[in-house]
């Protein structure tokens, strides 16, 4: 049962071009959205996140655009870099107090010079 | 720069033997996660632990164990490895409730081989 739906698989950009990724999600019990991203060998980290009581969050060139009533939000990268080349997963928190996190199944971003 | 661990990096081992892997981590964390996810694609939650001897299985099920006597050590064991528990085993970390986020922290992977 996949509560949160990330798309597209796979993403070719050209450099300087701006990367969108979207999630949606279906449980309204969702408290934090998370973007991970992760470079093949390594672990996810923790890229930007955003509450639902807010509609975007700006850090750097990373932007999450947030859509309460239409339960999705999308990540955007502006100015994108080669070195930007990695898969981005977004994911949201059940809300109490184990701080669970259901994630999306990625999407492979590939930034041509 | 996450301060968690895990070891063996990278592990290939015959069906049949118990295998163990080790996770640690130095940043006072009361949660810990193991995540199972196959190169490339979504994590699986399969066992969490929010303290010391308490811990709980995610939502895929496994046929692994865990244990947390120690607030830094939060070691998986799998009794019989098979074929099937190829994948990546991703140990994670976070603060409790009391923290100022509910960011999790990766370590950087165990890539198991059943052979």
């Known amino acids: 049962q996949q509560q949160v739906k990330q798309s597209p698989q796979s993403l070719i950009v050209q450099k300087g071009g701006i990367s969108i990724i979207n999630c949606a999600y279906e449980?309204?019990?969702?408290?934090?959205f998370p973007w991970y991203q992760q470079f093949p060998g390594k672990g996810p980290a923790l890229l930007i996140a955003?509450?639902?009581?807010?509609s975007e969050k700006k850090e750097g060139r990373f932007t999450i655009s947030f859509n309460k009533s239409a339960k999705q939000f999308s990540l955007h990268i502006m100015d994108s870099q080669p070195g930007d080349s990695a898969t981005y997963f977004c994911a949201a928190r059940q809300s109490g107090g184990y701080n669970k996190l259901i994630f999306g199944a990625g999407t492979r971003l590939a930034v041509h010079p | 720069e996450a301060d968690i661990y895990q070891t063996p990096r990278y592990l290939v081992i015959g069906t049949g033997k118990k295998i163990t892997l080790e996770c640690s981590q130095t940043?006072?964390?009361?949660?810990m996660y193991w995540y199972q996810q196959d190169p490339g694609m979504e994590l699986h939650l399969i066992h969490y632990?929010?303290?010391?001897?308490?811990?709980e299985k995610g939502d895929l099920s496994s046929e692994s164990t865990v244990s947390r006597i120690r607030t830094e050590h939060f070691p998986l064991t799998l009794e019989s490895a098979r074929p099937s528990h190829t994948s990546q085993y991703l140990c994670a970390s976070s603060v409790g409730l009391a923290g100022p986020s509910y960011e999790q922290y990766f370590g950087p992977g165990t890539r198991l081989t059943v052979t």
């Open positions: 955003i509450r639902p009581d807010v």
């Open positions: 449980n309204t019990a969702f408290d934090y």
């Open positions: 632990s929010y303290g010391v001897n308490s811990t």
């Open positions: 940043m006072g964390h009361d949660k």
